[in-house]
């Protein structure tokens, strides 16, 4: 047996779920133009009138039957609804506020595409369909139909109305879901440039720490070999392998995933011996900062020197344009890796992105890419930045 059902009727289960509605608004209309059909509406009754039959109940049925055909024939649909309802007021039958006719203009007001709300075609059919329904009318009572020029004249309007604000108001949201893709993808797409951006100058930061490891190891290569003594030869030697192997350590770890450098004027690497003239820096400017250091003091790979200086210069410059007072650095030398924090009061919105702007993200680009992390985020009435850089060398700092 197979496990797979014929085509036609797999069509007919997807095809179910979108009809249901369709079905259960011609249920409704049908029930009430069935109910107006027997009873009357808000006319006064008028003697003379055709009572309920089988011709009565087929022209309703045509009123309400042809609804769920409006996605692919609107306008056809509504002359049909409006053509059952005049026949019905030209035979005498009770035809006041039959709603097929106004659902079907409400639907066909919402599926237009046009930006104008009246087009020539569908206002002479809308219009030409409520001049025959009134001229049946007053054919059928021979008279000026007066109560079924208001109770059909204007519930046909206010239903075209009701469609034409459906329609705007899908039109808007479509648009407003238009805008906030659009500004996801410029969102990315400048994200994707910070990075970029930061990768750059991480790059030009390596090479220069690089191109000096190098020339130094050339500079104590020469020393090495013109001096006579075996001994100092031998601990010149030591000290150009330690400082290779550290050189190599820092390529390895980060010039694979970064671009070539741009071409423009590049300062020096900054470390944290420059930590110092960097807050002076932001006391010239007005920013208060306090500086708290604990734990024994560690050397840092050159990497890893440069993303500590580069995250406390970037916190500090937050703290100056976004924040309200001073700011608190703390620098604390644990086993693994240097804590930074950096703590500022804010006040209004702040910096509430969980992203951050691109001094963030350049932060967090350039800690990740050796080993580390780095949280940002605002509690309460201030701004904290922490982040954790692996040292990247084993040994203790030499000059603590």
């Known amino acids: 047996m197979s496990s797979t059902a014929p085509a036609p009727r797999l069509f007919a289960l997807r095809s179910l779920p979108r009809a249901l509605p369709d079905l259960a608004v ?3 209309v049908l029930a009430v133009s069935l109910s ?5 509406g808000p006319i006064p009754f008028r003697p003379g009138l055709r009572p309920p039959d089988v011709l009565g109940v087929v022209l309703v049925l045509c009123s309400a039957a ?4 409006w996605r692919r024939f609107p306008l056809a649909v509504f002359v049909v609804t409006a053509a059952a309802i005049t026949t019905l007021a030209g035979l005498d039958y009770r035809a006041d506020l039959m709603p097929g006719p106004m659902v079907a203009l409400y639907l066909l007001a919402t599926g237009r595409d046009r930006p104008t709300a009246w087009t020539r075609p569908g206002s002479a059919v809308v219009t030409g369909m409520l001049v025959a329904y009134l001229g049946a009318t007053a054919v059928a009572q021979r008279t000026f139909p007066a109560y079924e020029l208001l109770h059909t004249g204007l519930p046909w309007a206010l239903a075209w109305s009701a469609g034409e604000r459906t329609r ?3 039109e808007q949201i479509a648009d407003l879901r238009r805008r906030a893709r659009h500004a996801e993808r410029e969102a990315e797409r400048d994200r994707r440039l910070a990075v970029a951006e930061e990768r750059a100058r991480i790059a030009r930061d390596l090479h220069d720490s690089a191109g000096h490891a190098v020339s130094l190891i050339a500079v104590r290569a020469g020393a090495a070999r013109l001096r006579r003594d075996p001994d100092r030869a031998l601990a010149t030697l030591r000290d150009i392998e330690e400082l290779a192997r550290r050189t190599v350590r820092d390529i390895d770890q980060i010039i694979g995933t970064l671009r070539e450098p741009a071409d423009e004027d590049v300062q020096p690497p900054a470390g944290l011996a420059s930590l110092d003239t960097l807050i002076a820096q932001h006391r010239a400017t007005g920013l208060e900062v306090l500086l708290d250091v604990t734990g024994p003091r560690r050397s840092l790979s ?19 344009r976004h924040g309200t007072g001073g700011a608190r650095a703390g620098l604390h030398f644990t086993g693994a890796a240097l804590e930074i924090t950096v703590v500022n009061p804010v006040h209004g919105p702040g910096l509430s992105r969980s992203g951050g702007g691109h001094g963030l993200i350049g932060m967090r680009e350039r800690v990740t890419l050796i080993g580390g992390s780095l949280d940002a985020g605002r509690d309460g009435a201030t701004y904290r930045v922490h982040a954790r850089v692996p040292y990247g060398d084993d040994r203790p700092c030499p000059e603590c």
């Open 26 to 28: 011609v249920a409704v």
């Open 66 to 69: 042809p609804l769920p055909a």
């Open 168 to 170: 705007l108001r899908r």
């Open 302 to 320: 050159g990497a890893a020197d440069q993303a500590a200086y580069r995250i406390l210069q970037e916190a500090l410059r937050n703290a100056a």
């Open 36 to 40: 107006l059909l027997t009873h009357g």
